[in-house]
């Protein structure tokens, strides 16, 4: 009796391994899952907390009278898309689907388009902030006050090249699912020939 209930509780375990096996084997060769090993979620977070605090920023900026990035709304649009990103690489993970990950792709893209967009803009506003106080160098208020606008402008440049980053491993990460995806492996089962015997 007590053989044959271990026999069977090793038959069971020996099953359970082989099914966790070939459950893990097919996860991984799926493609999709493979997008969704890498954590777009935890990533998509993080891009979340940057566009949270370039729109947080934004509104900072709208008070300054001097040009900065607010003149062209930047923190606002590019928080914007940043919000979009982290959304739909939170979505993608937990409904990993090939539209879903087709339409995150285009976010990303979009995303360092925008990012591309901003630098050359901010560039030049350190370009004009540096002038400006060379002109504001006896004056220690409009001094600090440019000091001021340069450390924001300069945290949003340096959080927004931050995003590109992730955005880049994110988008190639991506195109490598989508790829991936392509490659159908076509399995063909024929029958085994009957045999024709004759019974007596």
Request: glycine residues 6%.
């Amino acid at each position: 009796m007590e053989e044959t209930e271990s026999t069977t509780i090793e038959r069971t375990t020996e099953q359970d391994g082989h099914q966790a096996a070939d459950h893990m084997l097919s996860m991984s060769s799926k493609p999709l899952h493979r997008f969704v090993q890498k954590g777009p979620r935890f990533l998509g977070i993080v891009i979340l907390i940057f566009g949270s605090a370039e729109v947080l920023m934004g509104f900072v900026l709208t008070r300054e009278s001097d040009p900065n990035s607010h003149t062209f709304y930047i923190p606002f649009w590019q928080g914007a898309l940043f919000l979009v990103c982290g959304n739909l690489s939170i979505y993608a993970e937990l409904h990993p689907s090939k539209k879903m990950v087709t339409v995150c792709l285009a976010m990303y893209v979009v995303s360092l388009l925008g990012i591309v967009v901003s630098s050359f803009f901010r560039i030049y506003f350190f370009i004009y902030f540096s002038h400006k106080r060379f002109e504001h160098f006896f004056d220690k208020w409009g001094v600090s006050k440019v000091d001021q606008l340069l450390g924001i402008e300069g945290i949003l440049f340096t959080s927004s090249l931050c995003v590109s980053g992730l955005l880049i491993f994110l988008c190639t990460v991506a195109r490598l699912a989508l790829k991936s995806t392509h490659t159908q492996v076509m399995v063909l089962h024929t029958p085994a020939p009957r045999s024709n015997t004759t019974s007596n």
